[in-house]
């Protein structure tokens, strides 16, 4: 058995840093949300919001998000026809959470560490905003692909590019990068 520990150390070193990292940021992320109210939509969410309308109004598109006011959440209507809504899952906070929780499990030198994190979540969030804003375009023009353009292919694109992000991270910058 010991030698099966000894063989499989860094790979254990690994999953118990990514694992720790991970509960630790959701444990923290999920405090910061339990702080709201339940109809109120939290503040990284509000942001994103912003965000999403701040880009459409730079391109001149008819945009307006609105608090809901039946749900914790915020509505998108484009061209005034109500076309998606925005919830506490479409901030990517989960998805910088796992991406951070594996380069904190891949480290590097820390400062380098540090930076990646910190051009990697603002990557991740600069794309979602991006995705937010060509979704409501699309499912405005295509509301019967709803499951495909939300559940498949924005997914694919987002996860994607976050584990292309990984491959460059271990490749190029971790301490196992050679």
């Known amino acids: 058995?010991?030698?099966?520990l000894i063989q499989f150390k860094p790979f254990l070193i690994f999953i118990g840093t990514f694992f720790f990292?991970?509960?630790?940021l959701t444990i923290i992320y999920k405090y910061?949300?339990?702080s709201f109210d339940s109809l109120e939509i939290d503040g990284i969410s509000r942001?994103?919001?912003r965000n999403v309308e701040q880009l459409m109004y730079f391109f001149n598109f008819d945009i307006s998000i609105v608090k809901s006011l039946s749900q914790p959440s915020?509505?998108?209507?484009?061209?005034?026809r109500f076309t998606i809504r925005i919830v506490e899952g479409c901030n990517a906070v989960s998805v910088i959470i796992l991406f951070v929780s594996f380069v904190i499990a891949f480290s590097g030198k820390f400062k380098t560490t540090?930076?990646?994190i910190l051009f990697g979540s603002l990557f991740i969030y600069v794309l979602n905003v991006l995705?937010?804003?060509?979704?409501?375009?699309l499912l405005f023009k295509y509301p019967e692909n709803e499951h495909f353009l939300h559940g498949v292919l924005f997914p694919l694109i987002?996860?994607?590019?976050?584990?292309?992000?990984?491959?460059?991270w271990v490749n190029k910058f971790s301490k196992y990068a050679k």
């Open 1 to 4: 058995m010991k030698k099966y």
């Open 21 to 24: 990292a991970y509960i630790l």
């Open 32 to 34: 910061y949300l339990n």
């Open 47 to 49: 942001i994103v919001g």
């Open 74 to 80: 915020l509505e998108v209507w484009y061209n005034k």
């Open 114 to 116: 540090l930076l990646f």
């Open 131 to 137: 995705r937010i804003a060509f979704l409501t375009v």
């Open 158 to 168: 987002i996860y994607g590019l976050v584990f292309i992000l990984w491959v460059i």
